[in-house]
């Protein structure tokens, strides 16, 4: 029977790998949208506009996770600050990738923005997997 489970492994990663990547749509969606008011209604500097829509938009993916994607059992006073560190570090690695693609590389912000986002799609799906919302010692929902 374990061995059986073990198989279903991949599987199941590739199930939540399709569903964090749906949620991340619509976080991606008002993460861009945030993006674009910023720099072209407020005329502000791009890295601001990206870093505020990073935000907006990690509000709406935890909501959506917690749910949707990994139907966790965690209670939230563990799993939401775990997902912040996540989605803090993946806010380092957006404004890295970001800074160095429009600044010295000169890349056009949308451009760049892409980039960004599909390292830290990445790196945000294989922190909540392995540790926000891992199954091993869960409490039930809080």
Known sequence: ?????????????????????????IGTLAHYLT???????????????????????????????YRFTFDSRRRHREALPRFYLIATIGFLFNGTIFWMLTEPLAWHYLLAQLIATIIVLIWNFAGNLLWTFSEKRVASHE
Not at 1 to 25: H, L, N
Not at 35 to 42: F, S, Y
Not at 47 to 65: C, E, K, P, R
Request: charged share 15%; no cysteine.
């Open 1 to 25: 029977m374990a061995q059986a489970a073990r198989a279903q492994e991949p599987i199941r990663v590739a199930e939540k790998f399709m569903r964090f990547a749906a949620v991340g749509v």
């Open 35 to 65: 993006l674009v008011i910023i720099v072209e209604a407020a005329d502000a500097r791009p890295l601001l506009g990206s870093s505020i829509g990073f935000i907006v938009g990690a509000f709406v993916n935890y909501a959506l996770n």
